[in-house]
């Protein structure tokens, strides 16, 4: 994604497109979830389009401290931390509750048999 992003398409469209890659991908799984509540082996459906938003991810996270270091270029070193350590807050807390929320997710609608 780094290579993509340098040579090809620039790191702002490649942040943008690997977020609405996530984004597009975890609706999919979602849907997909839905649909496939009263099939016995929805597992592997589901695991197979959980593959879309992890793509979409590492296209952000490859390259969204650089395009934030580009905008703070000229500013204090104390800017430059500040801004590292609320993106490695935002990742944690990010990914923990997306995790947890497809976790409940899948505990209330993902065991129901009919």
């Known amino acids: 994604a780094g290579l993509i992003a340098d040579v090809?398409?620039?790191r702002f469209r490649t942040v943008m497109f690997s977020v609405c890659l996530t984004w597009i991908g975890y609706l999919l799984?979602?849907?997909v979830l839905v649909a496939t509540l009263s099939y016995s082996n929805q597992r592997l459906i589901v695991l197979p389009m959980l593959l879309i938003p992890y793509l979409g991810l590492a296209g952000f996270e490859a390259n969204i401290i650089q395009l934030g270091g580009d905008q703070l270029q000229g500013s204090s070193s104390e800017s430059l931390r500040s801004f590292v350590r609320w993106l490695t807050m935002a990742a944690v807390f990010g990914g923990?509750?997306?995790g947890a929320m497809c976790d409940l997710l899948f505990c209330l609608f993902?065991?129901?048999e009919q």
């Open 29 to 31: 799984c979602a849907l």
């Open 8 to 10: 090809y398409c620039g």
């Open 96 to 98: 923990a509750s997306g």
């Open 110 to 112: 993902g065991n129901l």
